[in-house]
């Protein structure tokens, strides 16, 4: 059988590593040999001083220009589809995270196009008037002059959710010319891997200016000695990851972090025609199963009003039976037994209710816990167990349902909405104060569009130092001219 | 209580003395255990409203079900959701509630029209499990007993013990205020002295607190040969967790009882039955200690997949039902949140199947709820 060694982390190439673990998967007749290092405080201490010299030496002296190009380059090695690191990427995630293998294809396909150097550029023009902020002073509309600075070094945390998101942060770092560690999750830690052997392929230096190392979530040494080398931290995954590392964080650090968050879909009775009903059944049901849920992008609530041709409990079996096709053309992944068991519970306690009243029902997958789908007559909002489960709540009108969000505010996220075009502005001015931060065309939920304002926020701006000259000064040196008039 | 109410309780005591020593023939008691369970499955159908409709759900009916294996199992949520009896549940003798953690107001009920099945499914267990070597001993017990608290199944259960299997000087050492320690040494330290043999019966928290005690006092015992330590409940998060093991040991240096005389009970409010580690019986016929759990002849454990609900193979974990013949009046068949392996000699509780969690920034629903309620994910 053929053999292949994967690296499932990256560090400049000064540094030896010399303690590994290893693990072998097959996938398809071929086997690989993943590598992962045993990481001690010193190799991050000694890590982290290289990061910041090769970053010194090189990337803090290229333009962001030059920086979006090379990222370019690298992204155009991964939208040929026999690139080989693609090919290991295309074979292994599946293998590692258990998502199915097409449905990971194809997502990473379309996120990879998402940092093309058309898209770079318009997230950079997104958040600065002017990018080439970044690499000098630019005049300011108000006078003076200004110039951006990043931080010199970024701590990235991700979790391992969801293929590639992990790149969306690196990214971010690199057109900031930062050097960064990126911690990533034993559940995902490959595609952050690959992608830096991709960015030593097109330039071996600018690579050089980040580690990807994977270690176990939580482990103190390790984590309080990279808050510490970061000017910024960058933290993804839990409430309770998050509160940890905000712990460790002196307050004179940048801190962006991205905790916890709900996604829901608005279905109005416009979209519920016979012409639509069934293309939204089908959009939806590709938002629910993408990723089984674990992204927050992925709706857990439907909210589906009355008055349509199809009535909400018709919409509910009919999400039900797109689930089920959609199981038998991507089947979930399995689950571990507490996953599987939240399931059955979630079943269990809403098929109790549904015995006492009618008004509530519950379709799912019969021998297993592939797909679940929970119809309520009265709206009320829940989360779910995820992996393909959902709520579905029959409403009057769309405009009651924000009342139902009070107390959850801060967890709210994305709303996939189905509508005419006459209810968008309400709507969305009334769940943006309800903490609504993104509305996406049902089926699009769960790829954010480049320079959206994550969960709320900036992306650069928010990491960024700006050192302003003013105008006085600027009039005020033409004094110092010993050849002035 | 209705005829046929009368009819079958008397089948299952009847099942329950044939077979109250243990299973001598082990496929007429296989074919007898189906016969019965199917005519309950029948009866619960029949009587017990809520659970019929749980099984049209499912898709089950004594016309299609033919084997026990094959009878729903009713969630235990469904002892909070649901009334489920045969029985008009104005006339029970008793009802058995859940301590109701999670949801004071939502405990689960367990109704029983009489004790008489309960109490015969509980008399003969525990002579077999915790006693099979005598006939009565001086029982100690650290929990409240049936006075004190009538609708906990377990206070029943102790008072019953200390009642059946008590000698003369058997004492409940829980008052208003809680667990009276200084009486509780003084008496045991009389035991200790006369060299009587003394067991000592409580959930299992309330060891924790005593062993607190004992220690901050400086207290220990030398206990009389045969003294054993009956411990149920286990750890759900009332008091610090100590695993298991490490809690018999501490019995070991506090009382002087070998593991082989220590012996935990698993007892729901949702069973008419109790299930026991064969540590006591083992160590008592065979001379090595099991420490598998296993019911009596009228319950049987089944460990099911939790992705599909059918029994795995043995030694992998999975969520555990339990079908238990002296539960006549509620469901049989119960499906738990607690996680087991079976083995060759019973099973093994790994305990309590928690919440899933997500693996990103998504949430799932038990978080959501836990941090909605101040819990731990902030």
């Not at chain 1, 990256?10 to 998967?25: A, G, M, N």
């Not at chain 1, 220009?65 to 040929?80: G, P």
């Not at chain 1, 940092?115 to 997104?126: A, T």
């Not at chain 2, 299930?275 to 296993?294: A, P």
Request: some cysteine; proline content about 4%; overall charge negative.
């Amino acid at each position: 059988m053929e053999t292949e060694l994967i690296e499932a982390y990256y560090v400049p190439e000064s540094i030896k590593l010399t303690d590994f673990r290893q693990e072998s998967i097959q996938v398809k007749g071929r086997k690989y040999i993943v590598k992962y290092p045993e990481l001690t405080a010193e190799h991050i201490e000694e890590i982290g001083a290289s990061l910041q010299a090769n970053r010194k030496d090189y990337l803090a002296q290229l333009t962001t220009n030059e920086v979006v190009d090379k990222i370019d380059q690298a992204i155009q090695l991964w939208l040929n589809p026999n690139y080989r690191l693609r090919r290991i990427a295309d074979a292994l995630i599946p293998a590692v995270t258990g998502y199915d293998q097409d449905m990971v294809r194809l997502e990473l396909k379309r996120y990879m196009r998402t940092f093309r150097k058309k898209e770079l550029l318009r997230f950079l023009d997104e958040e600065f008037d002017q990018p080439a902020i970044l690499d000098d002073f630019r005049p300011r509309k108000s006078g003076g002059m200004s110039r951006a600075y990043g931080p010199n070094t970024i701590f990235h945390l991700f979790s391992g959710n969801v293929p590639g998101v992990q790149l969306w942060s690196l990214i971010m770092g690199l057109l900031l010319k930062s050097a960064a560690i990126g911690k990533t999750s034993y559940s995902e830690p490959l595609l952050p891997a690959l992608f830096l052997q991709s960015l030593k392929e097109v330039d071996e230096r600018l690579a050089d200016a980040i580690a990807i190392l994977p270690w176990k979530g939580g482990t103190e040494s390790l984590d309080n000695m990279a808050v510490n080398w970061g000017e910024a931290v960058i933290v993804y995954g839990s409430n309770k990851t998050v509160a940890e590392i905000r712990k460790k964080t002196p307050i004179h650090k940048k801190l962006l972090s991205y905790g916890h968050k709900i996604s829901f879909a608005m279905i109005g009775k416009e979209a519920l025609t016979a012409d639509h009903y069934s293309d939204t059944l089908h959009k939806l049901a590709e938002d629910i199963s993408i990723y089984d849920q674990q992204s927050c992008l992925s709706p857990q609530c439907v909210y589906v009003e009355q008055d349509g041709v199809v009535s909400p409990k018709q919409f509910a079996q009919g999400l039900a039976a797109e689930l089920f096709r959609y199981h038998k053309k991507r089947p979930r992944a399995k689950l571990t037994g507490e996953e599987a068991m939240s399931i059955q519970n979630f079943r269990n306690e809403h098929s109790l209710k549904s015995l006492q009243s009618q008004k509530t029902a519950v379709y799912s997958s019969k021998d297993d816990t592939a797909w679940t789908v929970i119809y309520h007559e009265e709206p009320s909002f829940s989360g779910s167990p995820l992996n393909r489960s959902v709520h579905v709540y029959a409403v009057d009108r769309l405009e009651e349902v924000a009342d139902h969000f009070q107390q959850w505010e801060s967890y709210l996220q994305s709303c996939g909405l189905a509508v005419e075009p006459a209810r968008l502005f309400s709507l969305a001015n009334m769940l943006g104060a309800a903490g609504v931060n993104r509305f996406s065309p049902i089926g699009e939920m769960n790829r954010a569009k480049p320079g959206w304002h994550h969960d709320g926020g900036f992306n650069l701006m928010e990491l960024v130092r700006m050192v302003d000259l003013e105008r006085d000064l600027e009039y005020g040196l033409e004094k110092y001219d010993s050849d002035v008039e | 209580m209705k005829e046929i109410s009368i009819v079958i309780t008397e089948k299952v005591l009847t099942f329950i003395e044939k077979y109250k020593n243990g299973i001598l023939n082990k496929e007429e008691h296989d074919q007898e255990f189906n016969k019965l369970a199917l005519e309950l499955f029948s009866y619960q159908f029949q009587h017990n409203m809520p659970y019929k409709k749980y099984c049209q759900v499912k898709k089950k009916n004594p016309l299609t079900v033919k084997r026990w294996l094959d009878i729903p199992p009713m969630p235990i949520q469904g002892f909070k959701e649901l009334t489920l009896a045969c029985e008009p549940i104005e006339d029970a003798e008793a009802v058995f509630m859940t301590s109701g953690t999670t949801n004071p107001d939502q405990k689960g009920r367990n109704y029983h029209p009489s004790l008489k099945v309960w109490d015969a499914s509980m008399k003969h267990p525990f002579k077999q499990f915790v006693l099979p070597d005598r006939e009565k001993m001086t029982i100690f017990v650290l929990s409240p007993a049936a006075d004190m608290n009538e609708n906990s199944s377990l206070s029943r259960y102790l008072s019953n013990a200390a009642a059946y299997f008590g000698a003369e000087n058997s004492q409940f050492f829980f008052g208003k205020k809680g667990l009276e320690m200084e009486k509780f040494a003084s008496e045991l330290r009389k035991c200790e002295q006369s060299e009587e043999p003394v067991m000592l019966m409580g959930a299992t928290f309330a060891y924790v607190h005593l062993l607190d005690y004992l220690k901050e006092n400086g207290l220990q015992f030398q206990l009389a040969k045969g003294s054993r330590i009956f411990d149920t409940g286990g750890f759900k998060g009332q008091s610090r967790e100590v695993e298991m093991e490490e809690l018999y040991k501490q019995f070991h240096t506090s009382f002087q009882v070998d593991r082989s005389l220590c012996i935990n009970m698993y007892g729901m409010t949702e069973l008419s039955s109790q299930i026991y580690d064969q540590s006591i019986l083992s160590s008592c016929l065979e001379g090595d200690i099991r420490l598998e759990k296993t019911g009596p002849a009228w319950v049987k454990t089944v460990i099911l997949d939790p992705d599909t609900l059918k029994p795995i193979t043995n030694g992998q974990a999975g969520v555990i039902a339990h079908i238990d013949l002296a539960n006549w009046n509620s469901c049989i068949a119960i499906l738990t949140q607690d996680e087991g392996c079976q083995t060759d000699n019973g099973f093994k509780l790994l305990g309590r199947i928690k919440g899933a969690e997500a693996r990103g920034c998504s949430i799932a629903v038990d978080q959501l709820m836990q941090s909605a309620l101040g819990g731990a994910s902030i």
